[in-house]
Nanobody
């Protein structure tokens, strides 16, 4: 099993920045890809960003391209999401996810095996 623990959420004004962290523990050697998803009130959970372990390739939702950056520190088994130029519509619970594979679509929620408990990000206008 793999455990994922997110941190770094909070309240920020529009235009501000936050950095989310997701620390993995347990059978971390089984993880290849890691990603971030978010769920706003009344909406379905949606893909935000992902990073593929073997290649380091990154993928982003169109809504966050140019503002968010995903990165990974393999030595610390931690993935980060740097969020800049935040907008009120970025308000959501952000979830970290991990999976053993790397193919099939980094944005596909169903492919992720492990999930964190989520961290709240609130952007005020």
């Amino acid at each position: 099993q793999v455990q994922l623990v997110e941190s770094g959420g909070g309240l920020v004004q529009a235009g501000g920045s936050l950095r989310l962290s997701c620390a993995a523990s347990g059978r971390t050697f089984s993880i290849n890809s890691m990603g971030w998803f978010r769920q706003a009130p009344g909406k379905e959970r949606e893909f935000v960003a992902a990073i593929i372990g073997d290649s380091g390739s990154t993928y982003y939702a169109d809504s966050v391209k140019g503002r968010f950056t995903i990165s990974r520190d393999n030595a610390k088994n931690t993935v980060y999401l740097q969020m800049n130029s935040l907008k009120p519509e970025d308000t959501a619970v952000y979830y970290c996810a991990a999976r053993p594979g790397q193919y099939g679509g980094a944005w596909r929620e169903a492919l992720y095996t492990y999930w964190g408990q989520g961290t709240q990000v609130t952007v005020s206008s």
